[in-house]
T-cell receptor
């Protein structure tokens, strides 16, 4: 049973380029979350998606950032016109459809984005 | 709004000793979940243990236990018989469960860096 998959594991971009981060949830999981971790800090929530729906994007910056979880394929976090401050580790987590109880989020290995 | 506070930025513990990592939280929600995750130097986030706010018993998972004191709003992680492989960052996190869907976002603390000394 494969865990949450993220790729690439490391991504280097120059200022102004686009970054695309991919996340494949665990088998049977239909809920995907994206978090950002700046150096020496805890994780900060960005967005929560289900298939073809954005449920909560309260943590997403208003500009340049977007996320999707299409009917087929992985979830994508897209950062346009990257700046040095976007350098961080981006984690994806997934959880199963709720049964009304506490559903644990399982994390992928993260994508380390470095903006030069 | 929810807030998690971890007041110990770093801890050094002798191998085989027990260690307690502190976590306090602040919320106005009646139903919530508390989590601990471990982040080794390799960077991945590993789920350790979960406690629901209505659970009367403290959660345990192998060498991990969660000392849940609801009135004090604390959810300390206890690791018994520490091992060298326990050296890592440890994050406490909280989730609002008041909607009943159990799939809300997590709010994380700033973490505690635990180092086990041989």
């Amino acid at each position: 049973n494969a865990g949450v998959m993220q790729n690439p594991r490391h991504l280097v971009r120059r200022r102004g380029q686009e970054a695309r981060l991919r996340c494949s949830p665990m088998k049977g999981h239909s809920h995907v979350y994206w978090y950002r971790q700046l150096p020496e800090e805890g994780l900060k929530f960005m967005v929560y998606l289900q298939k073809e729906n954005i449920i909560d994007e309260s943590g997403m910056p208003k500009e340049r950032f977007s996320a999707e979880f299409p009917k087929e394929g992985p979830s994508i976090l897209r950062i346009q016109q990257v700046v040095r401050g976007d350098s961080a580790a981006y984690f994806c987590a997934s959880s199963p459809p709720t049964s009304g109880g506490g559903e644990t989020q399982y994390f992928g290995p993260g994508t380390r984005l470095l903006v030069l | 709004a929810q807030k998690i506070t971890q007041t110990q930025p770093g801890m050094f513990v002798q191998e085989k000793e027990a260690v307690t990592l502190d976590c306090t939280y602040d919320t106005s929600d009646q139903s919530y979940g508390l989590f601990w995750y471990k982040q080794p130097s390799s960077g991945e986030m590993i789920f350790l243990i979960y406690q629901g706010s209505y659970d009367e018993q403290n959660a345990t998972e192998g060498r991990y236990s969660l000392n849940f004191q609801k009135a004090r709003k604390s959810a300390n992680l206890v690791i018994s018989a520490s091992q060298l492989g326990d050296s890592a960052m440890y994050f406490c996190a909280m989730r609002d469960d008041s909607t009943g869907f159990g799939n809300e976002k997590l709010t994380f603390g700033t973490g505690t860096r635990l180092t086990i000394i041989p």
